[in-house]
């Protein structure tokens, strides 16, 4: 019996350990909030994670730790844009609410960017740097990979042209998408396909490469969680990714 207490306090300590909360400010002053998932040598591959409307960081709290048994680090953040998912709370939200900034997708580019800046300064060491967004983070990071240098590969889980009604190009993410030479992996439900099909085609790099269920699969980063039946395929098609960049 003690034994079997004495192992579960172990792997309830290591869990407390392998996650960090952080802050750091962007570019207009805001505090950004993120979890460093840091199990891996300073040399391993950074992932940085961006979640979907209305959530936090919490989206990636199954999802981080099953990369960083695949040999990534990673950091999980909360844009301003945002609410609460998982019982994690989106502390930049609050703040951008509090001090009366914009909580729109667009408004939410700056904490990416400055997130990116923030990972390039402090984990200089990593030997690749692959931004990862959901839904409408989807969409903010493959428009940056398309326009930063010093970022080796994107993931993007049900992007699509969200931001039409927020003054933007029907194709703001296409005229930055074209310009994509790094590896990218494009991922979302079975039916979103549309809505991601065009920037797609407009992509140009040599590793290129989506996935699509054959049942009616999930919107955004969660079609990794387990509770969804469909969970290993996606899981499967991103392994195969990761394992061919890394």
Partial sequence: MKNIILILLTALTTQIVAQKKITFKATDSLKITADLYIENSEKAPLILLFHQAGWSRGEYKE?????????????????????????????????AKKQKLGTNYVDAL???????????????????????????????VLKLAGEQENIDAVLAFSPGEYYKKLGKPADWIAQSAKNIEIP???????????????????????????????????????????????????????????????
Avoid at 63 to 87: H, M, T, W, Y
Avoid at 88 to 94: D, G, Y
Avoid at 124 to 134: M, R
Avoid at 195 to 213: D, G, M, N, R
């Fill in 110 to 140: 700056v904490d990416i960017t400055s997130s990116i800046d923030y990972a390039k300064k402090k984990y200089g060491n990593a030997s690749k740097l692959i931004i990862w967004g959901s839904s409408y983070s989807a969409g903010l």
């Fill in 63 to 95: 999802i981080a730790p099953k990369l960083n048994k695949l040999g990534f680090n990673c950091i999980a953040f909360d844009q301003r844009s945002g609410g609460e998912v998982n019982d994690v709370i989106n502390e930049t939200h609050q703040r």
């Fill in 184 to 246: 990218v992996f494009i991922t979302s439900a079975k039916l979103e396909k549309k809505s991601w099909w065009k920037i797609s085609e407009v992509i140009p790099s040599e590793q290129k490469a989506y996935f699509l269920p054959q049942k009616m699969g999930k919107h955004g980063s969660r079609a990794l969680w387990e509770k969804f039946s469909d969970h290993k395929a996606y899981w499967k098609a991103v392994t195969n990714f990761l394992d061919v960049i890394k």
